[in-house]
Each structure stands twice: as structure tokens, then as C-alpha cells.
């Protein structure tokens, strides 16, 4: 499986917007970029995935660099609920769940 | 809300025990898998069914297994607990994308 690797943490002030980048250098054509995030004491939770184009939803924005070997996951006006773990994951076109977590972002907001 | 429940909340076990958890995810999601998250690590995949049948698995030896039901309800069933075995277990369900996660089983062995 291709890997994936984000940074450790990192910390944002309350309504800010917030970047958190992910590389995958070894992405395939057919790897689709997923991000999901956990919350304190709770299940992971889907945010947001995408092929090649930015893609946008109500939680976040995920741009997809030109050549495909990273992608930003951008939550445009941090609150205090978004602090996580966020974890940016790459699954084949083909696969069904087989997802594979790394360690993630340790994403901290500051009021 | 996921609609994905997972019983027990926490279970404490002894070395050498069995322990069976517990996954009731939504209707018509045909999928479920499992995962295994130690503290302070991501969630590491264990298996995945679909339609009642194995169809993937990770890195992870003959005495964990699992079953799916019909009424979407499924089972991890872990053998011979060792003390690394104490961690959080995820079940998710899917119609395909994306995965709907439980809240988890806090499993500890002593």
C-alpha cells in the first residue's frame, strides 16, 4: 500500500483557517485521498476524499496538488470541536474498506 | 450519530481468556471491518466482511476472527488473549464509501 506521511501535530487559533498537508509520494492513478478524523473518546469520522480534483464539502476543502503526490486539507474557520486527530489515508479505486491509518495529526485549537 | 453501535462499552479480561465484541451497524450496509487501536497509535485494520464472507485481512494471526449476520449485526471473536491485545476495537460499516465507525470496545488484559 502506498504511504502516507503528515506531521505529528500542530496547533491553530479558533476561527482561523487551518492547513493540514499530507504526502504520498507513491500514490497510484488509481488511489483515491481520504481524510478522516477522531475526535477525543470517539470512532474515527469521515471528513472528505477526492480522485484529482479539489473537492469541497460543508466540514472542509481538500486540494489535490497537480501531480498527485500530496494533497491540504483545509478547514476554513477552526472551532474548539474540530481539535483531532486527522488522518489522511489512500485507498485503491478497487478496494473496498481496507483502510490503512497512520498515525495521523494531532490537530490542537486555541480559543 | 453513525447508527453503528458496539457493545461492551469496556471489558476487562485475563491472559489466555476468550473474548467476543460486538458490532450493529446500519441496514443495508453490506460491509463491515474491524480494527485494532492502541493507545496513542491509528487504527490498525484487522478484517473486513461483506455478505457474511472474510474478504480481506490484515496483519493479524488465526485467533482473531469475526462473523457477519444477515440482520447486519457481526461479531470479533479474539483467542487466547495476550497482554498486547489491550486496546480499543472499531467496527465500521459501509455501502461502499464512506465508513461509518462505532464508538469502540475499550478491551484490557491482565
Known sequence: DAKTTQPNSMESNEEEP??????????????YIHWYRQ???QGPEYVIHGLTS??????ASLAI??????????????????????????????????????????L???? | ??????????????????????CSSQSGHNTVSWYQQALGQG????FQYYREEENGRGNFPPRFSGLQFPNYSSELN????????????LCASSPGTPQYFGPGTRLTVT
Open chain 1, 39 to 41: 475526535l477525543p473518546s
Open chain 1, 18 to 31: 487551518v492547513h493540514l498537508p499530507c504526502n504520498h509520494s507513491t500514490i497510484s492513478g488509481t488511489d
Open chain 1, 54 to 59: 479539489n473537492v469541497n464539502n460543508r466540514m
Open chain 1, 65 to 106: 496538488a497537480e501531480d498527485r503526490k500530496s494533497s491540504t486539507l483545509i478547514l476554513h474557520r477552526a472551532t474548539l470541536r474540530d481539535a483531532a486527530v486527522y488522518y489522511c489515508i489512500l485507498r485503491a479505486r478497487t478496494n473496498n474498506n481496507d483502510m490503512r491509518f497512520g498515525a495521523g495529526t494531532r
Open chain 2, 78 to 89: 479474539v483467542n487466547a488473549l495476550e497482554l498486547d491485545d489491550s486496546a480499543l476495537y
Open chain 2, 43 to 46: 487504527p490498525q485494520f484487522i
Open chain 2, 1 to 22: 450519530e453513525t447508527g453503528v453501535t458496539q457493545s461492551p462499552t469496556h471489558l476487562i479480561k485475563t491472559r489466555g481468556q476468550q473474548v467476543t465484541l460486538r
Open chain 1, 108 to 111: 490542537t485549537v486555541k480559543p
